[in-house]
């Protein structure tokens, strides 16, 4: 087992930044490539960014890249996305996911454990 807590979500204007961070607790964190995925009301859940176990490999998905930033700092068992210039479309809970393949995948069935989420709400 890998719990996964999310934080740093909340209210924000169109335009500003948001820092989100997960944090695991037991397990091995470097053992597993990390993602976020993100849902909004009504909507399926979406690929936002993934991370290689190593942190040197990013993937966003297409329409977000630019705008956020995934990181991750293995010393302190903590994934982060940097989320600027938010848009009103960006307003969803954000879950973070663990992945043991050594790359990470872009896909919910392929995550092994789930964040419960944080949720952004990005005001016009």
């Known amino acids: 087992q890998v719990p996964l807590v999310e934080s740093g979500g909340g209210l924000v204007q169109a335009g500003g930044s948001l820092r989100l961070a997960c944090a695991a607790s037991?397990?091995?964190?470097?053992?597993?490539?990390m993602a976020w995925f993100r849902q909004a009301p009504g909507k399926e859940r979406q690929f936002v960014a993934r991370?290689?176990?190593?942190?040197?490999?990013?993937f966003y998905a297409g329409s977000l890249r630019g705008r956020f930033t995934i990181s991750r700092d293995n010393a302190k068992n903590t994934v982060y996305l940097q989320m600027n210039s938010l848009k009103p479309e960006d307003t969803a809970v954000y879950l973070c996911?663990?992945?043991?393949?050594?790359?990470?995948?872009?896909?919910?069935?392929?995550?092994?454990?789930w964040g419960k989420g944080t949720l952004v709400t990005v005001s016009s």
């Open positions: 037991g397990g091995t964190f470097s053992n597993y490539a």
């Open positions: 996911a663990a992945d043991i393949s050594p790359l990470g995948s872009t896909t919910p069935e392929a995550m092994d454990y």
């Open positions: 991370i290689s176990r190593s942190g040197g490999t990013t």
